[in-house]
């Protein structure tokens, strides 16, 4: 498997619930990054955590990060139906340039 | 201040064409980075380019595939032959400084080839 994979791939909830993403990865890494992207649409950066950080917090989102079992948590809190979206981790792996490598994504649905 | 601009926005060619990719990286910014999305799938890195010059294309397909980024005008993406699987989404970022931080995301060119 890949670098910077997502889990669930597909995850449905009700308006006001939270969603919980997560994220693994393979190598060490410089950092951490989790973007949006709406339905045909672009890459909308979220937040990105360093490898020396655990906890992030921006607005509804809290990402965690543990470098031990490299794997990441994206949280939605309160969620809108406007947060449907496909997110994506993706992995600066340190030796790798300046490349970014992202997973596959969690579909994210939410019902209004 | 504008943000990446790519164009066009949506492609189609029929096998056997040339398609041109172009993006246009946010003012000042000198670094570009090349990624693809597969259907269903996450972005690939294929090449990352700095004003006239090829840093890192380990990501890009050796065969038909070729970037440039010169000093005057817009980053080019070009795949010669096209062939069905090349349909995709094709997305270029740009940065001020060479980074895995704060790479600036365009909305990306949908190719789709007959």
């Known amino acids: 498997s890949q670098q910077g994979e997502e889990d669930p791939q597909a995850l449905s909830i009700q308006e006001g619930e939270n969603a919980t993403m997560n994220c693994s990865y393979k190598t060490s890494i410089n950092n951490l990054q989790w973007y949006r992207q709406n339905s045909g649409r672009g890459l909308v950066h979220l937040i990105l955590?360093?490898?020396?950080?655990r906890e992030k917090h921006s607005g509804r989102l809290r990402v965690t990060l543990d470098t031990s079992k490299k794997s990441s948590s994206l949280l939605i809190t309160a969620s809108r139906a406007a947060d449907t979206a496909s997110y994506f981790c993706a992995t600066a792996p340190t030796n790798a340039g300046n490349m970014l490598t992202f997973g596959g994504g969690t579909r994210l649905m939410v019902k209004p | 201040n504008a943000g990446v601009m790519q164009n066009p926005r949506h492609l189609v060619r029929r096998r056997g064409q040339e398609a041109r990719l172009r993006c246009s990286p946010m003012k000042g910014h000198s670094h570009v980075y090349w990624y693809r999305q597969l259907p269903e799938e996450g972005l690939k890195f294929m090449v990352y380019?700095?004003?006239?010059?090829?840093?890192?294309e380990s990501g890009m397909p050796k065969e038909r595939f070729s970037a440039e980024f010169p000093k005057e005008g817009p980053s080019i993406l070009r795949i010669q032959q096209v062939v069905r699987g090349d349909s995709a989404a094709y997305f270029c970022a740009s940065s001020l400084l060479p980074t895995q931080e704060t790479q600036y995301f365009g909305p990306g060119t949908r190719l789709l080839v007959l």
């Open positions: 380019l700095q004003k006239e010059n090829i840093i890192d």
């Open positions: 955590i360093r490898s020396n950080e």
